[in-house]
């Protein structure tokens, strides 16, 4: 018998909403309505995604098609490469609902502030109700967030943190933080061994849903950045679930001990390494954190990991979220330190003979994958230091990495990672010499430049670099009470040292500027 083409209410799912939990699935009935899931070439191109980011999103989108449908959901799915596919999420709808007549568009609230801006428009434009429901699988509302910022003078992170342990009650006491103190971070920097053993998170066969979209992929993005293959992720929610499950048999325990190291050739070190299956939906962020409480409770993980690991979902996920729809659509164009600089091309090949960037870059583009020390302290210190356009800079990261969405990515990126916003996010720029790097990886030893020369072209460029930031946004900077002993060293060098500091830095920045192998 052939299913009648009209439904009631018609269910948009988006591809970073793949969760049976979701608050549009959940007002809708299997029954009588019908969900529309769509690949469209907009999303995979406003800016050039790696190839492993859209074979992701693409292979557990199908998946989660598949689920639902087990669900019993009718499900129209729209493959990137079905005919008469336009290429838009607008469009797409457009087309489902002049097909199927719902009386209704229900819709959770997207991630991104220009998909929200679209769908704002689709009442008027489909003559249809549209609701937009709030995304309840959050630990904070975008309501709650907002109520936490009304008055405050500063938004740390720290602050909301502790609001969060205290609501969820992770990791509490009665209303005292486990152990003492609410922050471990200061037991979670010690440096990483190469006869250290590190065990791999948990990779997954291609099936053939994941194959089908891997050919797909190969012939419609060769142009875009990245390996494809070998491709491991997990895609459905059983392999993400099986995945995190293995991090706390196998690393949990010492993810908090190792979390800001890097090695040489050691990708994944203790992470878990599944924020892409978090952001995309097959992970719900606060069963995972009760997971984490309960190895530490039962003895199967120290404080120090646990707290750390709950920190970054709880603490700064959260509260990254939060920031970027309280502060957007100008947070976008932030630019607090004025500065211009194009993105080096290296960032796009890895070609550089700086060894920590060649690591970081490389690995990116093997994987879609680097941790948040690789992401902070190399690629966007660097980019930070040498004055590239923080806007350039987000656009990569969300490119070239497979967890980023906008939400997440903008401000950990802007605020956090280039100061752009001038210290909304961040009590001060997250920036090092070379004596950083070298304390938390191996990656100097087999560097061109040497790390413990200052100055001069056998250098380590972030040494010149790191003062002749200082000094340039001075202006800005300088009344930081977090950087007045920085400034205060820098006033002790004297003219002639300052002068030999920014006169190598200006020989580093030209050369980069010209393009040449640095």
Same mark, same amino acid.
């Given at each position: 018998m052939t299913e009648p083409d009209h439904c009631r209410n018609l269910v948009l799912v988006l591809g970073d909403q793949l969760s049976p939990a979701l608050s549009s699935l959940k007002r809708a009935d299997a029954a009588v309505d019908r969900v529309l899931m769509v690949e469209v070439m907009a999303e995979a191109t406003y800016v050039r995604h790696h190839k492993k980011k859209i074979a992701f999103l693409f292979s557990a989108m199908r998946h989660f098609a598949e689920e639902l449908r087990a669900d019993g959901w009718t499900v129209d799915y729209v493959t990137l490469d079905a005919d008469g596919n336009t290429g838009s999420f607008s469009g797409?709808?457009?087309?489902?609902?002049?097909?199927?007549?719902?009386?209704?568009?229900?819709?959770?609230?997207? %991630?991104?502030?220009? #998909?929200?801006?679209?769908?704002?428009?689709? =009442?008027?434009?489909l003559r249809l109700p549209v609701d937009i429901l709030t995304d309840t699988r959050f630990i904070c509302s975008l309501a709650e967030f907002r109520g936490w910022a009304t008055g405050r003078k500063q938004l740390r992170m720290e602050y909301f943190y502790r609001d969060m342990r205290r609501k969820t009650g992770l990791l509490m006491?009665?209303?005292?933080?486990?152990?003492?103190?609410?922050n471990y971070d200061a037991d979670n920097r010690k440096p990483a061994k190469p006869d250290l053993f590190m065990p791999a998170?948990?990779?997954?066969?291609?099936?053939?849903?994941?194959?089908?979209?891997?050919?797909?992929?190969?012939?419609?993005?060769?142009?875009?950045?990245? =390996?494809?293959?070998?491709?491991?992720?997990?895609v459905t929610r059983h392999q993400a679930e099986e995945a995190f499950d293995h991090f706390l048999e196998t690393a949990l325990a010492e993810f908090g001990t190792y979390q800001d190291a890097m090695l040489s050739?050691?990708?994944?070190?203790?992470? &878990? #390494?599944?924020?892409?299956?978090l952001? =995309?939906?097959?992970?719900?962020?606060?069963?995972?954190?009760?997971?984490?409480?309960?190895?530490?409770?039962?003895?199967r993980a120290p404080l120090n990991a646990a707290e750390g690991y709950i920190r970054q979902i709880l603490g700064w996920r959260e509260y990254v979220r939060g920031i970027y729809w309280l502060k957007m659509p100008s947070y976008a164009s932030q630019n607090a330190l004025a500065a211009e600089r194009a993105l080096p091309g290296f960032y796009w090949t890895g070609e550089t003979r700086m060894r920590c960037l060649a690591e970081a870059v490389s690995q990116t583009l093997d994987e879609a994958?680097?941790?948040?020390?690789?992401?902070?302290?190399?690629?966007?210190?660097?980019?930070?230091?040498?004055?590239?356009?923080?806007?350039?800079?987000h656009e990569w990261y969300l490119a070239v990495y497979a967890d =980023?969405?906008?939400?997440?990515?903008?401000?950990?990126?802007?605020?956090?990672?280039?100061?752009?916003?001038?210290?909304?996010?961040? &009590?001060?720029?997250?920036? &090092?010499? %070379?004596?950083?790097?070298?304390?938390? &990886?191996?990656?100097?030893?087999?560097?061109?430049?040497?790390?413990?020369?200052?100055?001069?072209?056998?250098?380590?460029?972030?040494?010149?670099?790191?003062?002749?930031?200082?000094?340039?946004?001075?202006?800005?900077?300088?009344?930081?009470?977090?950087?007045g002993q920085a400034y205060a060293t820098w006033a002790r060098m004297g003219a002639a040292k300052q002068e030999e500091y920014t006169r190598s830095a200006a020989e580093v920045l030209a050369r980069l500027d010209s393009g040449d192998l640095i």
């Open positions: 797409e709808v457009a087309r489902a609902c002049q097909r199927l007549a719902p009386q209704r568009l229900l819709v959770t609230e997207p %991630g991104e502030w220009r #998909v929200l801006e679209d769908m704002k428009g689709w =009442a008027a434009d006491e009665a209303d005292k933080p486990a152990g003492g103190r609410w998170p948990q990779g997954f066969t291609p099936d053939r849903i994941t194959r089908e979209v891997l050919d797909l992929v190969a012939e419609r993005f060769d142009d875009h950045i990245g =390996a494809l293959e070998p491709f491991w992720f997990p050739g050691e990708k994944f070190l203790f992470h &878990s #390494v599944l924020s892409t299956c952001n =995309a939906g097959l992970l719900d962020p606060l069963q995972l954190c009760r997971k984490v409480e309960a190895a530490f409770r039962e003895g994958y680097a941790h948040h020390i690789q992401r902070l302290m190399v690629t966007g210190n660097f980019a930070l230091l040498a004055g590239v356009r923080p806007q350039e800079v =980023a969405y906008e939400w997440v990515e903008m401000p950990n990126t802007l605020g956090m990672s280039q100061f752009a916003d001038g210290g909304l996010l961040a &009590s001060k720029p997250y920036m &090092s010499g %070379g004596n950083y790097i070298n304390r938390m &990886s191996d990656y100097c030893g087999d560097c061109a430049y040497d790390v413990r020369q200052r100055t001069g072209p056998k250098a380590c460029p972030f040494n010149a670099l790191y003062w002749d930031f200082l000094d340039r946004n001075a202006a800005v900077l300088k009344g930081n009470p977090r950087l």
